[in-house]
């Protein structure tokens, strides 16, 4: 984010793509001065690599393969750099066609197909609708028993809340229906993997076999659990079928249907992507190619803008890095820095030495909060304090009053003698998950594990490379983590997509009856002032329950070469990528 809405997106890494050598955009043909030319290439650097080319998977929901993910598919709409939703209508439509029972009706415009011909149709949003509705589940987390079929990232709450879909007579087109009203029906749904895919990699003869499955499968019930074994391979297979490192022996593990199409990847190393040809569904892009560098390293990025190895990047930046940056508009880049819709975060798991209430609050009163902020943002954001909430960000309004409130200030100074107290002599063993390829990671870690041992804690390092931590973010072996979310601001999502039990994003094992309701009531409230009321009083059962410890929001950078325009910054979790088909050369 692990992007606001935060429909989340784990700010972690993972890898792939293309070796470029020199500058991008050799070979293109000279652009006349005040001239708007078509074609050329671009190249990007970007600190993590690609690993999955499904984003929308709990395991592949990274940042640098949702932003490929973006690019390389298209849909219903879009979010703008100020979280407006935009309709795109060259796709298809979606509208409202009852407000009680609340239905909305998807189609796909005759023509759209995937990068292997093959139309988008209604067992394409089928697929979609099964994976993100989780209706056929019948798992009891809190009992760990059932199955949870489509381990997806983003949250269920709302699709749940669904019937099985009507599908259209055209074979473009499925109505969704609300059992109840649903906050975020604008943002709830859209295209995700080509459903004939995944039916023959799954076993099926062909796409309509995944329908008819789908359509005779039964709602999942925890009372009643039974696996579904046709089910459970089709799921099995669309959880983790794409994730690679590199590019598939098979085209059908990367097919296309937005304005780029990935054809090379060196792992870990790079990426290169050329315009899809048959794409007339969305936006024309300007740029015939896109070359992404993964460079592991914040200086490595900058190093690539400054030798002429890349014409855009959008690295993290840290404290004490601001000699990094230095004579990069000497040399004619643009520089943009600003706050993202994202913050850094500590959880807790609620098992192992955590399963206690006491051990957690004693741990939590050891993070000295205020000096990681120093340490990571320092000057980036003058008097830059710690964060005071789970679900606000400072410039929302309710942030104030909500941090005041919450039971945030019993955690505002380190208190190693509170911390001794409630331990009562113990001296736990925890491991902290992290990436140690991020160096905020890394500093935030090595400040806590010191201050912690001041209480008679032992803290052991787990960090892991950029291309592996965020999988083990769900599986044992860690007592705690340090990640972050970063999203857009569209619609409320995003917190039962964290914080409700059982949810995608849930990594460990938070579960609080209160917070579940407030959080169902939220899912159908529409009312904005509602959904900030209760927006606090989740926020306050977080705090309650010693979860963890929000520590700072994080800010972007965005940084890019003369030879190019029609770059934006966008708060959210595609950063410049939302509007890739803007970028041209100068």
């Known amino acids: 984010m692990p992007v606001g809405r935060l429909m989340r997106y784990v700010t972690a890494a993972l890898a792939a793509v293309v070796v470029l050598s020199g500058c991008s955009g050799g070979g293109t043909a000279p652009v006349i001065v005040g001239e708007a030319k078509r074609g050329g290439t671009a190249t990007v650097a970007e600190v993590n690599a690609f690993s999955s080319f499904n984003p929308y998977s709990a395991d592949g929901n990274t940042d640098i393969n949702s932003k490929i993910g973006y690019i390389t598919h298209s849909g219903f709409y879009y979010l703008d750099d100020k979280a407006a939703v935009v309709r795109n209508d ?7 066609v009852s407000d009680e029972p609340l239905k909305v009706k998807y189609t796909v415009n005759e023509g759209v197909k995937w990068s292997d011909g093959e139309a988008i149709d209604a067992g394409d949003l089928l697929l979609s609708w099964a994976a993100g509705s989780g209706y056929f589940d019948d798992a009891d987390p809190m009992a760990g028993t059932g199955t949870r079929y489509f381990s997806t990232a983003s949250d269920t709450s709302g699709l749940a809340g669904t019937v099985f879909p009507e599908v259209g007579g055209d074979g473009r087109s499925i109505t969704l229906e609300y059992a109840t009203p649903y906050a975020d029906w604008e943002v709830a749904f859209d295209v995700g993997l080509p459903a004939h895919v995944v039916a023959a990699k799954s076993g099926l003869n062909d796409e309509e076999d995944l329908v008819e499955l789908l359509r005779d499968s039964p709602r999942g019930d925890p009372e009643k659990p039974a696996v579904n074994t046709e089910l459970k391979a089709v799921s099995d297979f669309w959880n983790s079928g794409f994730d690679t490192k590199a590019l598939p022996d098979d085209p059908a593990l990367y097919l296309s249907s937005g304005p780029y199409i990935v054809v090379d990847i060196v792992p870990e190393v790079s990426m290169r992507l050329v315009r899809n040809r048959d794409y007339v569904w969305g936006s024309e892009p300007w740029l015939d190619e896109i070359n992404v560098r993964f460079t592991g390293a914040l200086s490595g990025a900058v190093d690539a803008l400054r030798n002429g190895q890349a014409d855009i990047i959008a690295p993290q930046p840290s404290a004490g890095t601001e000699d990094v940056f230095a004579g990069l508009a000497e040399q004619g880049n643009t520089l943009e820095r600003y706050n993202q819709s994202g913050y850094d975060h500590l959880d807790l798991n609620f098992s192992g030495p955590f399963a206690s209430r006491d051990v957690r609050e004693a741990f939590l009163k050891t993070v000295p909060r205020q000096a990681i902020v120093d340490a990571v943002v320092g000057d980036l954001q003058p008097d830059a304090k710690p964060l005071d909430s789970h679900v606000f960000l400072p410039a929302q309004p309710k942030y104030a009053d909500t941090a005041r409130n919450n039971g945030s200030t019993e955690f505002a100074e380190v208190d190693i003698e509170a911390a001794k107290e409630l331990l009562d002599g113990e001296t736990p063993t925890v491991r902290i ?114 979860y963890g410890l929000p520590l700072y929001q994080t800010i972007g950078t965005t940084a890019f070469g003369p030879r190019i325009t029609g770059v934006k910054s966008s708060s959210g979790p595609l950063g410049v990528w939302w509007n890739v088909w803007d970028w041209r050369l100068a």
Not at 90 to 96: A, C, L, M, N, S
Not at 467 to 477: I, N, T
């Open 90 to 96: 060259k796709f298809g439509r979606f509208e409202k």
């Open 433 to 546: 998950l992290y990436n140690r390829d991020n160096p905020n990671r890394a500093e935030a870690f090595a400040l806590i594990r010191d201050s912690a041992a001041l209480a008679g804690f032992r803290v052991e390092d787990g960090g892991q490379s950029s291309a592996d931590w965020a999988r083990s973010l769900g599986e044992e072996g860690h007592d705690a983590a340090l990640l972050g979310w970063i999203g857009s601001s569209a619609g409320v999502s995003r917190v039962p997509q964290i914080f409700r039990t059982g949810a995608g994003s849930n990594f460990n094992g938070f579960s609080d009856t209160d917070a579940d309701k407030a959080m169902e009531e939220l899912a159908r409230t529409t009312d904005l002032g509602k959904q900030d009321e209760l927006l606090a009083e989740i926020d306050k059962q977080i705090w309650e329950n010693a």
